[in-house]
């Protein structure tokens, strides 16, 4: 699978505007609420003033009808005017509360859409993907830029359906990611897909680092590890010590300053540390030639090297 960041967010242009500038580029820090870019808000910030203006003057002709009302109930109350003039001053009084709502509803729009001019990062990380310049045309849904907190980075992987079963949520992971040779990450099986893909019939698992385990700050790398399903306690020899005759391996052994060829019985080898379980021939604690010669033979006798102590040129400091 491939390293992936957990918290990431396409920016998206929300109103059709030109875009008038790009205030980061890809790999620049951004904290949350940053300015990432700015859109054009000419016409946006007259529509604003537009329905503000015309919030103002339906306000007024609702204080006009307001007070033709409480004229007309005076009038009404004495008898010097007719109901369906009362009616209609209502029927006014109505129309124009309904055209202030309008009118302000349009003017709280049109600050909301003059608020989206201002693209920001929706959290702390990284810009990791640059889609527009200034002087392009940003349409509603247009993708600006890509945003990537590094520090939610998690290995998604894939395990065919066969082996599945064996996958359980807690698993520790061994893995090594391209691009960080020689480094060994370690993780822990977060959660698996119930679904298998169709294609390729496997099974999405994802991998959350280990606490205090060392973490890629590049996503989109190939990797590829192991899940511990299940652990044993075994013998173990680095290949370099084995001695294969065919079917047959053997070790030179080291007991009573003589070398012996001792056949073994070899079992499973561990990918991640490239050892052979041995499963008979050697005891914990025997002495293994690590760097077996071909010159060795079986029963020759051995002295062991000792460490000496030399002077340095000028006297002040031994070396072993």
């Known amino acids: 699978g491939s390293v992936q960041p957990e918290r990431k967010a396409d920016l998206r242009a929300e109103v059709s505007a030109v875009v008038l500038q790009v205030l980061k580029e890809n790999g620049d820090v951004v904290k949350r609420g940053d300015v990432l870019v700015r859109l054009d808000e000419t016409a946006i910030r007259d529509s604003l003033s537009s329905a503000e203006a015309s919030a103002r003057s339906a306000s007024l002709a609702l204080d006009q009808a307001e007070r033709q009302v409480e004229r007309m109930k005076t009038l009404r109350t ?38 989206r001019t201002l693209v920001r990062a929706p959290f702390d990380g990284v810009v990791s993907e640059r889609k527009v310049s200034a002087g392009d045309t940003a349409s509603v849904g247009k993708e600006l830029l890509k ?43 977060r959660r698996v897909d119930p679904a298998a893909n169709e294609v390729t019939r496997q099974v999405e698992v994802l991998v959350a680092f280990a606490p205090g ?46 070398l012996q060829k001792v056949g073994i019985k070899l079992g499973m080898r561990d990918p991640r540390s490239g050892n052979y379980e041995v499963q008979t021939g050697l005891a914990a604690g025997d002495i293994i030639m690590r760097n077996p010669s071909s010159a060795f033979s079986d029963g020759q006798k051995v002295q062991m090297a000792t460490a000496t ?6 006297g002040v400091k031994p070396a072993a």
């Open 309 to 314: 102590k030399v002077a340095t040129a000028n």
């Open 78 to 115: 004495s008898g010097m005017t007719s109901a369906q003039a009362m009616d209609d001053s209502e029927v006014r009084r109505n129309n124009a509360s309904s055209d202030l709502a309008a009118a302000r509803t349009r003017a709280v729009l049109a600050r909301q859409q003059l608020q």
């Open 147 to 189: 945003v990537i907190d590094p520090t939610s980075m998690r290995f998604e992987g894939k395990v065919s359906a066969d082996r599945i079963s064996m996958v359980k949520a807690g698993q520790p992971v061994s893995f090594r990611i391209n691009g960080y040779a020689g480094q060994e990450f370690r993780g822990v099986v």
């Open 213 to 258: 385990s060392a973490q890629p700050r590049v996503s989109g790398l190939y990797g590829e590890g192991r899940i511990e399903a299940e652990a044993t306690s075994a013998l173990m020899l680095p290949e370099g010590t084995l001695v294969k005759a065919g079917d047959n391996a053997y070790a030179w052994r080291l007991k009573d300053q003589t």
